[in-house]
């Protein structure tokens, strides 16, 4: 076993120096990595009183989300701040928020 750390490709980024790109009216999106065929890791943030504009349908791959701050909603449940949701490839809701929310999402397919 090698006592060499390796960390050839390693990125590191705070989330808040990333521009903001909107992603939907009142939901923008900061990219934190993105790998081959579209696997990727995003904040999202959503305003008070923001509904994503119709279905998010989980193709071609899961989504895996994580609460940082906020509520979330849209799938008839409420997450609050710490909460980590995985939504199955397949599977949909309509993301939402009524106070505001920050979250970390990973497509790891996709």
Known sequence: MSEEMNLEGVVSINWQNV????????????????GDNDK?????EFK???VYPGLD??????????????DL???GNTYRAGDF???PVGTSHIPQ????????VTFPEG
């Open 19 to 34: 521009e903001a790109e909107e992603a939907a009216p009142g939901i923008t999106q900061r990219v934190l990595w993105q």
């Open 40 to 44: 990727r890791v995003v904040v999202f």
């Open 48 to 50: 008070p009183g923001s």
């Open 57 to 70: 349908v989980h193709e071609p791959g899961p989504e895996q989300v994580f609460v940082i701050s906020g």
């Open 73 to 75: 909603s849209g799938d």
């Open 85 to 87: 949701i995985h939504y």
């Open 97 to 104: 928020s009524k106070n505001g929310c920050v979250l970390l």
